[in-house]
Protein backbone atom coordinates (compact mmCIF):
# COMPACT_ATOMS: atom_id res chain seq x y z
CA UNK A 1 0.00 0.00 0.00
CA UNK A 2 1.96 3.40 -0.56
CA UNK A 3 1.54 6.73 1.10
CA UNK A 4 0.73 9.92 0.08
CA UNK A 5 2.66 12.69 0.79
CA UNK A 6 1.18 15.93 0.32
CA UNK A 7 1.99 19.64 1.96
CA UNK A 8 -1.32 21.68 2.72
CA UNK A 9 -1.66 24.81 4.82
CA UNK A 10 -4.15 24.93 7.64
CA UNK A 11 -5.44 27.65 9.80
CA UNK A 12 -5.39 27.48 13.55
CA UNK A 13 -6.23 29.69 16.24
CA UNK A 14 -5.62 29.29 19.73
CA UNK A 15 -5.43 31.28 23.27
CA UNK A 16 -2.21 30.68 25.53
CA UNK A 17 -1.09 32.64 28.25
CA UNK A 18 2.56 34.04 28.08
CA UNK A 19 4.63 34.62 30.50
CA UNK A 20 6.82 37.33 30.03
CA UNK A 21 9.67 38.65 31.96
CA UNK A 22 7.98 41.78 33.20
CA UNK A 23 4.46 39.95 33.73
CA UNK A 24 6.37 37.32 36.19
CA UNK A 25 7.43 40.39 38.10
CA UNK A 26 4.19 42.11 38.32
CA UNK A 27 2.58 38.57 39.51
CA UNK A 28 5.42 38.77 42.33
CA UNK A 29 5.48 42.40 43.30
CA UNK A 30 1.88 42.94 43.59
CA UNK A 31 0.86 41.22 46.54
CA UNK A 32 3.51 42.92 48.41
CA UNK A 33 2.81 44.73 51.21
CA UNK A 34 4.86 47.94 51.39
CA UNK A 35 7.09 47.35 53.81
CA UNK A 36 7.79 43.97 51.66
CA UNK A 37 8.18 45.92 48.45
CA UNK A 38 10.38 48.45 50.17
CA UNK A 39 12.39 45.47 51.51
CA UNK A 40 12.81 43.69 48.29
CA UNK A 41 13.62 46.53 46.32
CA UNK A 42 16.46 47.15 48.60
CA UNK A 43 17.40 44.05 48.26
CA UNK A 44 17.50 44.53 44.23
CA UNK A 45 19.90 47.49 44.81
CA UNK A 46 22.40 45.38 46.88
CA UNK A 47 22.46 42.17 43.99
CA UNK A 48 21.96 44.43 40.67
CA UNK A 49 24.94 46.37 40.18
CA UNK A 50 23.10 48.11 37.36
CA UNK A 51 20.45 49.06 39.54
CA UNK A 52 20.96 52.29 41.92
CA UNK A 53 18.68 54.50 44.67
CA UNK A 54 18.17 57.96 43.58
CA UNK A 55 18.59 60.10 46.73
CA UNK A 56 17.43 63.78 47.28
CA UNK A 57 20.72 65.56 46.98
CA UNK A 58 20.63 64.15 43.44
CA UNK A 59 16.89 65.33 42.33
CA UNK A 60 17.54 68.70 43.78
CA UNK A 61 20.98 68.86 41.85
CA UNK A 62 19.29 67.87 38.87
CA UNK A 63 16.73 70.33 38.89
CA UNK A 64 19.46 73.12 39.41
CA UNK A 65 21.40 71.36 36.56
CA UNK A 66 18.58 72.05 34.35
CA UNK A 67 17.40 75.76 35.60
CA UNK A 68 21.08 76.70 34.42
CA UNK A 69 21.00 78.17 30.69
CA UNK A 70 23.45 76.57 28.50
CA UNK A 71 26.88 78.58 28.47
CA UNK A 72 27.37 78.40 24.10
CA UNK A 73 30.65 81.39 24.54
CA UNK A 74 33.78 79.76 23.90
CA UNK A 75 35.92 79.68 27.13
CA UNK A 76 38.46 82.60 25.95
CA UNK A 77 39.83 82.99 29.44
CA UNK A 78 41.35 79.43 29.55
CA UNK A 79 43.05 80.58 26.51
CA UNK A 80 44.23 83.86 28.15
CA UNK A 81 45.72 82.52 31.22
CA UNK A 82 47.64 79.94 28.81
CA UNK A 83 49.20 82.56 27.43
CA UNK A 84 50.18 84.20 30.14
CA UNK A 85 51.75 80.72 32.37
CA UNK A 86 53.44 80.18 28.97
CA UNK A 87 54.92 84.02 29.06
CA UNK A 88 55.79 83.51 32.40
CA UNK A 89 57.80 80.20 31.70
CA UNK A 90 59.79 82.41 28.84
CA UNK A 91 60.85 84.94 31.68
CA UNK A 92 62.12 82.30 33.71
CA UNK A 93 64.17 80.63 30.69
CA UNK A 94 65.33 84.33 29.68
CA UNK A 95 66.50 85.21 33.30
CA UNK A 96 69.68 83.17 34.07
CA UNK A 97 69.87 85.54 37.41
CA UNK A 98 66.42 83.68 39.18
CA UNK A 99 66.89 82.69 42.75
CA UNK A 100 66.22 79.03 42.42
CA UNK A 101 65.77 78.52 45.88
CA UNK A 102 63.11 80.62 46.64
CA UNK A 103 61.41 79.48 43.27
CA UNK A 104 60.90 76.04 44.42
CA UNK A 105 60.60 76.94 48.11
CA UNK A 106 57.34 78.72 47.43
CA UNK A 107 56.36 75.74 45.44
CA UNK A 108 56.71 72.92 48.19
CA UNK A 109 53.38 71.25 49.21
CA UNK A 110 53.32 72.24 52.97
CA UNK A 111 51.09 69.48 53.75
CA UNK A 112 48.28 69.91 56.77
CA UNK A 113 50.00 71.39 59.48
CA UNK A 114 49.15 70.01 63.33
CA UNK A 115 47.08 72.34 64.18
CA UNK A 116 44.64 70.48 61.64
CA UNK A 117 45.20 67.35 63.35
CA UNK A 118 44.43 69.24 67.15
CA UNK A 119 40.94 70.53 65.49
CA UNK A 120 39.71 67.11 64.76
CA UNK A 121 37.90 64.64 67.52
CA UNK A 122 39.43 61.86 68.64
CA UNK A 123 39.13 58.53 66.76
CA UNK A 124 37.88 56.97 69.80
CA UNK A 125 34.82 58.94 70.45
CA UNK A 126 33.72 58.88 66.90
CA UNK A 127 31.49 56.26 67.74
CA UNK A 128 30.18 55.96 71.42
CA UNK A 129 27.77 53.52 72.75
CA UNK A 130 24.60 55.47 74.59
CA UNK A 131 24.75 54.50 78.53
CA UNK A 132 21.56 52.99 79.13
CA UNK A 133 19.84 53.73 82.70
CA UNK A 134 21.78 51.54 85.42
CA UNK A 135 25.09 52.63 83.52
CA UNK A 136 23.71 56.04 83.82
CA UNK A 137 22.63 55.93 87.33
CA UNK A 138 26.10 54.10 89.02
CA UNK A 139 28.21 56.72 87.30
CA UNK A 140 26.37 59.47 89.53
CA UNK A 141 26.27 57.37 92.53
CA UNK A 142 29.96 56.79 92.20
CA UNK A 143 30.42 60.42 92.27
CA UNK A 144 27.90 61.28 95.03
CA UNK A 145 29.41 58.86 97.96
CA UNK A 146 32.52 57.33 98.97
CA UNK A 147 31.40 54.61 100.98
CA UNK A 148 31.89 51.20 99.33
CA UNK A 149 29.09 49.61 101.27
CA UNK A 150 26.71 52.69 100.36
CA UNK A 151 27.96 51.90 96.59
CA UNK A 152 27.00 48.34 96.97
CA UNK A 153 23.72 49.37 98.76
CA UNK A 154 23.13 51.62 95.46
CA UNK A 155 24.05 49.05 93.05
CA UNK A 156 21.77 46.56 94.56
CA UNK A 157 19.21 49.18 94.28
CA UNK A 158 19.63 50.08 90.93
CA UNK A 159 19.74 46.87 89.64
CA UNK A 160 16.12 46.16 90.17
CA UNK A 161 14.75 49.56 88.75
CA UNK A 162 12.76 48.74 85.56
CA UNK A 163 13.00 50.95 82.11
CA UNK A 164 10.47 53.13 83.48
CA UNK A 165 12.57 54.42 86.37
CA UNK A 166 10.46 52.62 88.87
CA UNK A 167 11.99 50.22 91.58
CA UNK A 168 10.47 46.80 90.59
CA UNK A 169 11.90 45.54 94.33
CA UNK A 170 10.07 46.19 97.34
CA UNK A 171 12.86 46.74 100.80
CA UNK A 172 12.37 43.41 102.03
CA UNK A 173 13.85 41.95 98.75
CA UNK A 174 16.82 44.07 98.65
CA UNK A 175 17.53 43.54 102.43
CA UNK A 176 17.66 40.01 101.29
CA UNK A 177 20.16 41.41 98.86
CA UNK A 178 22.37 43.60 100.06
CA UNK A 179 22.50 41.63 103.58
CA UNK A 180 21.90 45.29 105.07
CA UNK A 181 19.07 46.68 107.19
CA UNK A 182 15.93 49.26 105.93
CA UNK A 183 17.24 52.23 107.21
CA UNK A 184 20.37 51.85 104.91
CA UNK A 185 18.65 51.48 102.09
CA UNK A 186 15.97 54.04 102.49
CA UNK A 187 19.00 56.28 103.07
CA UNK A 188 20.87 55.18 99.61
CA UNK A 189 17.22 54.80 97.59
CA UNK A 190 16.64 58.54 98.83
CA UNK A 191 19.97 59.54 97.32
CA UNK A 192 19.28 58.05 93.91
CA UNK A 193 15.60 59.53 94.14
CA UNK A 194 17.36 62.82 93.75
CA UNK A 195 19.91 61.73 90.98
CA UNK A 196 19.10 62.25 86.74
CA UNK A 197 16.49 62.04 85.98
CA UNK A 198 14.92 63.04 88.79
CA UNK A 199 12.29 60.87 90.45
CA UNK A 200 14.20 57.49 89.25
CA UNK A 201 13.78 54.64 91.81
CA UNK A 202 10.01 55.71 93.06
CA UNK A 203 7.68 52.99 94.25
CA UNK A 204 4.61 54.76 92.69
CA UNK A 205 3.90 57.51 90.72
CA UNK A 206 2.53 59.29 93.61
CA UNK A 207 6.57 59.40 94.66
CA UNK A 208 7.71 60.01 91.62
CA UNK A 209 5.48 63.38 90.76
CA UNK A 210 6.47 64.59 94.24
CA UNK A 211 10.01 64.80 94.46
CA UNK A 212 10.00 66.30 90.83
CA UNK A 213 7.57 68.18 92.39
CA UNK A 214 9.41 69.23 95.50
CA UNK A 215 12.63 70.37 93.63
CA UNK A 216 10.56 72.60 91.21
CA UNK A 217 11.04 75.78 92.76
CA UNK A 218 7.87 77.14 91.05
CA UNK A 219 5.93 74.33 92.65
CA UNK A 220 2.79 75.66 94.10
CA UNK A 221 1.57 74.14 97.83
CA UNK A 222 -1.86 73.53 96.09
CA UNK A 223 0.46 71.62 93.29
CA UNK A 224 1.72 69.91 96.02
CA UNK A 225 -1.88 69.02 97.72
CA UNK A 226 -3.16 67.38 94.50
CA UNK A 227 -0.47 65.03 94.24
CA UNK A 228 -0.60 63.88 97.75
CA UNK A 229 -3.81 63.59 98.13
CA UNK A 230 -6.12 64.23 94.85
CA UNK A 231 -4.10 62.21 92.26
CA UNK A 232 -6.63 59.48 91.59
CA UNK A 233 -9.46 62.20 91.21
CA UNK A 234 -7.94 64.73 88.82
CA UNK A 235 -10.18 64.07 85.72
CA UNK A 236 -12.60 66.67 84.82
CA UNK A 237 -15.62 65.14 86.71
CA UNK A 238 -14.18 65.70 90.05
CA UNK A 239 -12.80 69.24 89.60
CA UNK A 240 -16.02 70.57 91.21
CA UNK A 241 -15.99 68.31 94.17
CA UNK A 242 -12.15 68.58 94.67
CA UNK A 243 -12.41 72.70 94.85
CA UNK A 244 -15.06 72.38 97.15
CA UNK A 245 -12.90 70.62 99.60
CA UNK A 246 -9.93 72.75 99.21
CA UNK A 247 -11.65 75.93 98.58
CA UNK A 248 -10.17 76.97 96.04
CA UNK A 249 -11.45 78.20 92.73
CA UNK A 250 -11.47 75.48 89.92
CA UNK A 251 -9.26 77.95 87.30
CA UNK A 252 -6.61 77.47 89.84
CA UNK A 253 -7.12 73.70 90.29
CA UNK A 254 -6.60 73.23 86.19
CA UNK A 255 -3.80 75.38 86.35
CA UNK A 256 -2.00 73.16 88.67
CA UNK A 257 -3.01 70.10 86.70
CA UNK A 258 -1.32 71.75 83.82
CA UNK A 259 1.78 71.56 85.95
CA UNK A 260 1.87 68.24 87.18
CA UNK A 261 1.40 66.91 83.50
CA UNK A 262 4.84 68.52 82.73
CA UNK A 263 6.24 66.23 85.07
CA UNK A 264 7.49 62.89 84.04
CA UNK A 265 5.78 60.13 85.11
CA UNK A 266 8.18 57.58 83.45
CA UNK A 267 11.64 59.29 84.11
CA UNK A 268 13.41 55.70 83.03
CA UNK A 269 12.22 56.16 79.49
CA UNK A 270 14.63 58.86 78.76
CA UNK A 271 17.37 56.08 78.91
CA UNK A 272 15.44 53.37 76.95
CA UNK A 273 17.13 50.78 74.37
CA UNK A 274 14.20 49.83 72.92
CA UNK A 275 13.00 50.10 69.66
CA UNK A 276 9.60 51.62 69.12
CA UNK A 277 8.30 50.31 65.95
CA UNK A 278 5.78 52.72 64.38
CA UNK A 279 2.72 51.46 62.32
CA UNK A 280 3.08 53.12 58.69
CA UNK A 281 -0.54 52.28 56.26
CA UNK A 282 -0.20 50.94 52.75
CA UNK A 283 -2.61 53.46 51.46
CA UNK A 284 -4.80 56.77 52.20
CA UNK A 285 -7.89 56.76 51.94
CA UNK A 286 -9.77 60.57 52.09
CA UNK A 287 -13.23 61.45 51.65
CA UNK A 288 -14.05 63.76 48.73
CA UNK A 289 -17.53 64.95 47.09
CA UNK A 290 -17.58 62.23 45.26
CA UNK A 291 -16.78 59.39 47.31
CA UNK A 292 -13.51 58.19 48.55
CA UNK A 293 -10.02 58.94 46.71
CA UNK A 294 -7.49 55.72 47.50
CA UNK A 295 -3.72 56.41 46.91
CA UNK A 296 -1.27 54.37 47.52
CA UNK A 297 1.66 55.51 50.09
CA UNK A 298 4.88 55.17 48.35
CA UNK A 299 6.94 57.06 51.18
CA UNK A 300 10.15 55.10 52.21
CA UNK A 301 9.92 52.69 49.26
CA UNK A 302 12.89 53.41 47.01
CA UNK A 303 12.96 55.11 44.01
CA UNK A 304 15.89 53.14 40.90
CA UNK A 305 17.19 54.09 38.17
CA UNK A 306 19.71 52.81 35.72
CA UNK A 307 23.26 53.48 36.49
CA UNK A 308 24.91 56.50 34.47
CA UNK A 309 28.44 53.98 34.38
CA UNK A 310 26.22 51.44 32.67
Not at 52 to 76: G, M, R, V
Not at 82 to 89: F, L, P, V
Not at 150 to 164: H, L
Amino acid sequence: MAMDLKLSTNLKMSQKLVMTPMLQQAIKLLPLARLELAQQVRQEITENPILEEILEEDELQDESDSDKPEDTSEPKENFEVADEKDKGDEHTLENPDMDWDTYFQDNIDRGSSAENYTERPALELAHKKELSLQEHLLEQLHLSVDSDREIFIGSCIIGNINNDGYLSANINEIEIISNTNETEILSVLKLIQGLEPLGVGSRSLKECLMIQAQADDKCTPLVLKLIENYLDRLEERYLTKVSSELKVRVEAIIEAIKKIKGYNPKPGQTFSSEQIDYVVPDIFVVKTENGYDVTLNDEGIPRLRISPYY
